[in-house]
């Protein structure tokens, strides 16, 4: 029997057999089925002679798993591409193995009635494979067919209904004409068209107002995707999983992907299909397309057909819809390997809403996570909800979805909590939703640095003092100013900030963040001088006469220049410096194609001198000598390239070397790396492999994301140990 806390069986038998029933549940468990535990309990005997199920009971306070959306699995894709087959290009098929969940359910026990399915009712076929305890789709909620499940229907650009026999067949052939469609798929709308035409690229990103963020691709196989990127076998077994993420592969420098999916960078972000309508339209259609989230710029994906209708129209030429409505909003999860390890940089499909075991047992906490990548997280005994990626906090709208999301995420999960975390940050949205609940909870708010190593320190089951080395864009720090270059002893209680990266000004806030080549002119006249600004540095020419005398008057007299310690700015600064990038388009772009500048097969040990100082006990790493090296390599014209590798190593030494010192005085020798900055796998493999070799334990990320993304975890984690009981 079905409750929404657990399963519960009655089985008769002797010893024996009883033990064996026991093992059986968890060896002979279905591929999906996630067995937290087994607790076995002596009962009277009944006189069973049968197997029977009976109906689900809903329990007060009780609560279950809810499992992710699956990817459709072998066996339901055999049948959706057999001609014979009842269920042939059918793109609602699914079994126990595969299929929609998540974004499906009400509210728990998990059956039929509390999903978005509930008003398609069974054909005699299908009820019968839902009753039949032997069968593949046997209690499979979604279980449907062309009968009597739901269908798909194409709308033009402006929402007027098209009447159409083969939606596919036609959508394909929309696509192969180089049209922009807005397909609906599990967890909201993706904007599709062929990925191997530039003119069709270009329009889509004309119309998203996206000139260059890179765009996710999909693929109707593995062997496809070979012919594109270069694949390794870890990388193959996750894109191949059931959870199904986008992979950032290689790129290979003959593949006839268009190099506007992902203008400057050498990884294309890569998925294989995941939903039947997938499937046969991937094959259909026979090339590569874009798959990119139906949105206008930092707006969440839109997930009803009305809402995408008016949200994407102008933007999209079609609308591949259908009728089973979508509960919870779910971006594709993104992943890369890193060292043979799988690390989500977004996590939603296929993980959320699976939970983060604890170490520990937490009180009932909601921690609000940051602004950017927002999720939440709720905790209740050993679990830790984070919520599938939320968005950008930066309108009304991922308001709105944070909102509801975390309403879901309490029902389903039967959490009441009365302890609400939050970043120091005042500006914050979350922030704002916080405070403004001050009435209902207590409060607990928390460093986003301190949250960023918890995160790390939770996801590796690690509970005793670390060396917390936090590099990262922009987080408030515990004395106004801007923190992102730190280095903390930390645990879940508490922090000391034993060093950090020295501070420059952030020319012009925000603004600083737009255009690096700001970032640039602050070091410079920071760390160097005045005298500086008069060389021959090709980004310095490119910079209006004007505006340089605007800025040195703004550093002059500290005119909106916040301080920042930032690592992330660093990078910007030194990429705007090289004539990399002065102004982005996306989060972190300067710094992506400095890393990208780097070349893979670099041989060099040659690196930047930089020198640490010692200030009221804090260690604080000084940058002019590094800036004037970076200079002299410039004016003696050495390949951005090489620049490039040497500077990531020198980030990487300053690591180490502030480790080995910290490490010499406190006796810890344990490190977690945390924060955006390590999104940058070059910095990553060289940190982690430097501090290996010098004897210490390094934690790095998996399931959950180094960046903001992970925030959340860390806050709960820290709310939960901040009362003393
Ligand atoms: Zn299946
Ligand atoms: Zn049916
Ligand atoms: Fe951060």
């Known amino acids: 029997m079905n409750t929404s806390g657990d399963v519960k069986i009655e ?84 079994c126990t193995n595969c299929g929609p969940r998540f974004t499906i359910i009400e509210d728990i ?63 394909s052939k929309l696509l192969k004409e180089g049209k922009i469609l807005a397909i609906k798929g599990l967890g ?5 068209c062929d990925a191997t035409n530039a003119g069709a690229i270009q329009t889509l990103r004309d119309r998203k107002r996206r000139p260059y963020k890179p765009l996710a691709i999909m693929l109707a196989t593995v062997e496809e995707i070979k012919e594109h990127c270069f694949v390794s076998e870890e990388e193959e077994k996750l894109l191949a999983s059931p959870e199904c993420p986008i992979l950032l592969l290689r790129w290979k420098e003959d593949s006839s992907v268009s190099c506007k999916v992902a203008p400057e960078l050498k990884h294309l972000g890569v998925m294989l299909p995941y939903t039947p309508l997938h499937h046969v339209l991937l094959r259909e259609t026979g090339m590569p397309l874009v798959m990119t989230s139906g949105n206008i710029s930092e707006e969440p994906i839109a997930k009803d057909n009305d809402e995408a209708i008016r949200r994407l129209k102008g933007i999209a030429d079609f609308f591949v819809v259908h009728n089973r409505d979508i509960y919870a909003r779910y971006d594709d999860s993104l ?35 940051a602004e950017l990548k927002n999720t939440f997280c709720v905790t209740k005994e050993d679990h830790a909800f984070i919520s599938q990626h939320i968005g950008d906090m930066e309108n009304l709208e991922t308001l709105e979805h944070f909102e509801n999301t975390i309403e879901l995420y309490l029902k389903l999960f039967r ?61 408030y720090g515990s004395d106004g100013t801007i923190w992102g270059g730190e280095f903390l002893i930390a645990d879940y ?49 490119d910079i209006d006469q004007h505006e340089k005398e ?40 300067a710094a992506i194609e400095l890393e990208m500048a780097a070349p893979d097969d670099f041989q060099g040990t040659d690196s930047y001198p930089f020198s640490i100082a010692e200030q009221d006990g804090v260690k604080i790493v000084k940058l002019s000598e590094l800036f004037q090296a970076v200079i002299h390599d410039v004016e003696n014209r050495l390949s951005i390239g090489t620049i490039s590798a040497k500077f990531h190593r020198t980030i990487a030494q ?27 796998r070059l910095l990553l493999r060289l940190t982690a492999d430097l501090l290996e070799r010098e004897g210490f334990a390094v934690l790095t990320h998996s399931l959950v994301p180094t960046n903001d993304g992970g925030i959340s975890l860390g806050q709960a984690t820290i709310a939960n140990f901040s009362f003393s009981d």
Not at 349 to 354: D, E, I, K, L, T
Request: charged letters at 25%.
């Open 654 to 680: 300053i690591a180490a070397e502030m480790c080995q010192r910290i490490a010499a005085e406190r006796g810890i020798r344990k490190v977690a790396l945390s924060g955006g900055v390590f999104q940058n």
């Open 109 to 171: 026990p998990y059956d039929r009635p509390k999903t978005t399915m509930r008003c398609f009712k069974m054909c005699p076929e299908c009820q019968r494979e839902y009753d039949d305890p032997l069968d593949r789709r046997f209690h499979a909620q979604p279980n449907a067919c062309p009968k009597c499940g739901p269908s798909l229907s194409l709308v033009n650009g402006s929402g007027e209904t098209i009447a159409c026999p083969d939606v596919i067949a036609e959508a």
């Open 335 to 369: 992943a890369i390997v890193e060292k043979g390890k799988p690390q989500l940089v977004r996590r939603a499909r296929g993980y959320a809403p699976y939970p983060i075991h604890l170490p520990f047992r937490a009180k009932e906490i909601l921690a609000c996570g």
């Open 415 to 475: 959490i009441k909590p009365r302890i609400l975390a939050y970043d120091l940050h005042p500006e914050y949205l979350s922030t704002k939703y916080a405070k403004e609940r001050a009435d209902e909870f207590t409060l607990v708010p928390v460093q986003h640095h301190h949250a960023h190593i918890v995160s790390c320190m939770v996801e590796n089951g690690v509970q005793e003092p670390v060396i917390g080395v936090a590099f990262d864009g922009t987080g």
């Open 188 to 192: 909201g709308f993706h904007l599709a």
């Open 493 to 541: 209680r508490g922090f000391e900030r034993v060093g950090h990266l020295e501070y420059v000004p952030l020319l012009g806030g925000a603004a600083a963040i737009e255009r690096p080549y700001r970032m640039a002119f602050s070091y410079l006249y920071t760390l160097l001088g005045e005298g500086i600004l008069d060389c021959e540095l090709p980004f310095l020419r």
């Open 11 to 94: 089985v008769e038998g002797d010893r024996e057999a009883l033990d064996k029933f026991v093992t059986e549940l968890e060896t002979m468990a279905p591929p999906l089925a996630r067995i937290e535990g087994i607790t076995a309990v002596e009962a009277t005997v009944k006189g069973y002679n049968q197997f029977e199920i009976r109906h689900s009971l809903a329990e007060e306070g009780k609560y279950q798993l809810v499992s992710p959306d699956i990817a459709t699995c072998e066996a339901c894709k055999r049948e959706l591409l057999s001609p014979e087959d009842r269920r042939y290009r059918y793109p609602f098929t699914n």
């Open 550 to 589: 605007v800025m040195k008057r703004q550093l002059e007299k500290g005119i909106n220049c916040p301080l920042t310690s930032s690592c992330g700015r660093l990078f910007d600064g030194i990429s705007a410096l090289l004539g990399i990038r002065g102004t982005v388009d996306y989060e972190a772009q």
